[in-house]
């Protein structure tokens, strides 16, 4: 997976990307990192012919090389093999074709394994291998954490458990601190180690997640298969999962670690609550007051700092008790400055969302803030973050409606890139949406016409694409269920659709769906609604005149 953009300060693309290892050779064979004239090397400068020389690996226990790094034991460390099946949302009454990807993973206590989340993304079976085992053992997935991109998976076969003992989880290393990355990466089928050291802390854009967390950045490289390796401290010491690089011209071995805050927030929250819940947010959109008039004209003193809440969104908890306008000046009693930051270590800052990302959802936070020159204190329940245009989904298949061949959908991240790639490719009215537009209510669902499938009953409407749905026979479209629960239960002559761009749709009632079979026989649908929704509209269905279409 990559999420390309545009360096400010150059046309050129910039590219980070999920390591994960997909066994497509000819592709690899083509790709700049790896074409068919290169040289494969590993960390000690051994080509990969040299490599076979050696018949014997060396015993894998601590030692102290001439060099004076420690090498940590990497029996813990497993190869992971997943075939992923993952839905088609541009055509979500199916799914894409299975792919199979090799990555890494590590032994943890409790008989649990930790790799990354994108690693078993949409999977349908995973498999682990032990170094120097020839045996795949079949694995649960536990728990993923999409936005901390880690997975927690376990082994039902008490084999695959001997003669392996758990990592140790060390503290947060400092600034150029050895580091130690071991995984499963492409150019070969055994355990690879590349050394580098810690080169920057601060808080990262997490690819697969779409969110902001804790970032560790190393100068060691990071390639493709090394997802949900360890890395490990010259100490032996576990310090963080290989996760992504960045790729670009004017850059090279510049990799990314999920650090032990992230980590061990991931496990507590599943050890505290069976399931992975999340990371809260605070629902409020800031701004800096680095410029001094703004201080004033806020009613600050000389000695004051924060941050102005520009606008708060109104799902969250935060809506009941701070406003526009109030300006932030400490979370959980750590002042924040004007420009968004808290001390970290000595030396170091770090933007205050760092604090809120160290809580659990429905822990509470003491917000201070200043309000008309008054300081006000606040008892917060943290919650989640509820987007308009969700992130992810969680694994979920998308949800869809169909009538008289009109395809509704309601619009997610993924659904974005399906249909566009890029997501500034998006139009600019979706793309504002995505990335401005608050949901007003905890359901609320930004619907589209996705596609028509052309049939005489949509005759001239055959161009409606990725049009927003605002209101069906006058009354406002809240979400896909509503749409699909009104449209079910209309006995009005006609249904009539508004949608963005001042567009109309007007179908007869009974044509439209009486025509819904056919249209669905036509194109080999099973249903005209997802399986999300068919029990909820089943639930009025003793009320509806016309049943939901079901292709048999």
Not at 34 to 43: G, K, N
Not at 67 to 72: E, I, K, M, T
Not at 161 to 181: H, K, M, N, R, Y
Not at 184 to 203: F, K, N, Q
Request: net charge negative; proline share 5%.
């Amino acid at each position: 997976m990559y999420l390309q953009y545009i360096n400010p300060t150059s046309t050129t693309t910039t590219t980070v990307n999920d390591a994960v290892s997909l066994p497509n050779v000819p592709k690899l064979a083509s790709s700049p990192e790896l074409s068919p004239s290169s040289t494969l090397v590993d960390h000690n400068g051994y080509s990969g012919h040299d490599l076979a020389l050696f018949s014997e690996p060396e015993p894998m226990v601590q030692r102290r090389d001439s060099a004076g790094r420690v090498v940590p034991a990497m029996d813990a460390v497993v190869k992971v093999f997943c075939v992923h099946s993952e839905p088609n949302f541009s055509l979500p009454w199916q799914r894409k074709k299975q792919y199979s990807s090799s990555s890494s993973g590590f032994v943890i206590g409790g008989r649990r394994v930790l790799t990354n989340a994108h690693s078993v993304d949409h999977h349908t079976q995973v498999k682990l291998k032990k170094r120097g085992s020839d045996t795949k053992y079949l694995a649960t997935v536990l728990a993923i954490g999409t936005e901390c991109d880690i997975a927690m998976l376990t082994v039902s076969d008490d084999e695959f458990w001997e003669g392996i003992s758990p990592v140790e989880f060390g503290s947060l290393p400092a600034l150029q601190d050895a580091v130690t990355v071991v995984g499963y990466p492409i150019g070969g089928d055994t355990i690879s180690v590349t050394s580098g050291v810690v080169s920057r802390m601060e808080i990262l854009s997490y690819v697969h997640g779409s969110t902001e967390l804790l970032g560790m950045q190393i100068d060691a490289a990071i390639n493709s298969g090394n997802s949900g390796g360890p890395a490990f401290s010259d100490k032996g010491k576990c310090v963080g999962i290989a996760f992504q690089s960045l790729k670009h011209e004017d850059v090279e071995n510049i990799g990314y670690v999920i650090p032990i805050p992230v980590i061990m927030h991931f496990i507590l929250d599943y050890e505290k609550n069976g399931a992975y819940t999340g990371f809260p947010i605070l629902g409020i959109e800031w701004q800096k007051m680095e410029n001094p008039d703004l201080r004033i004209s806020m009613g600050m003193g000389p000695d004051q700092k924060g941050v102005r809440i520009r606008r708060i969104e109104p799902t969250s908890p935060e809506s009941l008790v701070l406003k526009p306008s109030d300006v932030i000046l400490s979370f959980d009693g750590v002042n924040i400055a004007s420009d968004g930051t808290v001390p970290f270590r000595h030396g170091e800052r770090i933007g205050f969302s760092y604090l809120v990302s160290q809580k659990y959802i429905g822990d509470n936070a003491l917000v201070r803030v200043l309000r008309n020159s008054d300081t006000l204190e606040f008892n917060i329940k943290l919650a989640k973050h509820k987007e308009l245009i969700p992130s992810h989904i969680e694994g979920k298949p998308p949800s869809y409606y169909i009538i008289a061949g009109f395809v509704f959908t309601a619009v997610t991240v993924p659904y974005l890139r399906s249909e566009f790639g890029n997501l500034f490719d998006v139009p600019i009215k979706l793309l504002d949406k995505h990335l401005h537009a608050m949901a007003q209510s905890i359901d609320e669902q930004l619907v589209v016409v996705s596609q028509v499938l052309v049939a005489d009953i949509n005759i001239g409407y055959e161009d409606i694409v990725n049009n927003q749905v605002l209101d069906f026979n006058g009354k406002p479209v809240k979400n896909l269920k509503s749409l699909a629960n009104m449209v079910e239960n209309c006995n009005d002559e006609y249904l009539k659709f508004s949608l963005e761009y001042n567009q109309t749709v007007v179908l007869q009632t009974k044509t439209a769906k009486a025509a819904t079979l056919d249209i669905l026989t036509t194109h080999c649908i099973s249903s005209s609604v997802s399986d999300d929704l068919k029990t909820k509209i089943l639930e009025e269905e003793q009320k509806i005149d016309y049943p939901l279409a079901v292709s048999t």
